[in-house]
């Protein structure tokens, strides 16, 4: 009988922690929220976000809060003999966080530490070249999102990303618009949508963007979408998210369907910083 009464205290304990433990996290993070944003914090993303002071005032507050959250929540880490600076984990932070201006409410959640590499690192790779050979070689990264927790940057792509942020190539916005598609488990360049009619407008504007794409490539068609965007549905998600945050009046002219869809999602129109 005690053993029983025991056993229903620890399964009450055990849901009460689950039911209760989101409450804490929500006002933890208002609390964070809250703070006043350093000046200094201010002047280092100024530097680093090219777009950060054109932001609207709601935007503009609305980003110091995730940011606070994010630096909060999230490890950095510096490999290859990488010294993190406040420098870099602030403009990893504030880019990462231009992805959750539309206020779902999460944080990158499978997400645990930032891997930072000085440049370009390299790691071994196994590919099967036929039915019974496979290679292992050794290839050059600049980034990488892995499912379960990290995401690994290399330091010197980051600072060529922002400073030439309307080139539409940005290796922070892509590798976490990867961590967005992979909060399922799966990378198929779908994100966590609101309401179960959005996924089938996401479907039919992704896939003929995507195939649109892989057209425009095989036919030496140049367009404003970058043509790696070509390699797979979740690989054209994070590209068309760089495009859309870099080169939002080029991508609603050529590509209004997408550029709509996109703005949905992330709940803000980059057109209107430029």
């Known amino acids: 009988m005690v053993a029983t ?13 689950i039911l209760v433990n989101p409450i804490f996290i929500k006002q933890r993070r208002k609390r964070l929220k809250s703070r006043p944003f350093p000046p200094l914090w201010n002047a280092i993303i100024n530097n680093n976000l090219p777009i950060y002071l054109r932001l609207s005032p709601t ?6 809060g995730h940011i606070q959250v994010f630096l909060a929540e999230k490890q950095f880490i510096g490999c290859g003999g990488l010294q993190v ?6 403009t990893i932070a504030a880019v990462a966080c231009l992805l959750l201006l539309n206020e779902r409410g999460e944080y990158f ?26 290679e292992e070689r050794r290839v050059a990264r600049l980034g990488e999102s892995w499912t379960n927790d990290q995401v ?5 792509q980051v600072q060529k990303d922002t400073h030439d942020w309307y080139d539409g190539h940005n290796v922070i916005l892509h590798e976490f618009a990867h961590q967005l598609d992979q909060e399922d488990g799966k990378a198929e360049g779908v994100p966590i949508l609101q309401q179960k009619s959005d996924y089938l407008i996401w479907a039919r504007v992704m896939t003929q ?11 030496g068609i140049e367009t404003v ?10 690989e054209f998600f994070a590209v068309a998210t760089e495009t859309f945050f870099e080169k939002p009046q080029q991508l609603l002219k050529q590509h209004p369907a997408l550029y709509e869809l996109l ?8 057109v209107q910083w430029y």
């Open 5 to 17: 009464i025991i056993i229903f205290i620890i399964i009450g304990l055990l849901v009460t922690g």
């Open 59 to 64: 935007e503009y507050r609305r980003l110091q």
């Open 85 to 90: 600076t406040e420098e870099m984990k602030l």
């Open 109 to 134: 959640p499978k997400l645990r530490s930032i891997l930072i590499y000085p440049s370009t690192y390299f790691v071994n790779e196994t590919i099967a070249t036929s039915n019974y050979v496979v």
């Open 152 to 156: 690994i940057l290399s330091w010197q």
């Open 209 to 219: 963007e995507y195939q649109q794409l892989c057209n425009d490539v095989q036919q």
């Open 225 to 234: 979408i970058d043509n790696y965007g070509a390699t797979n549905p979740s």
């Open 263 to 270: 703005q949905q999602y992330y709940q803000v129109a980059p």
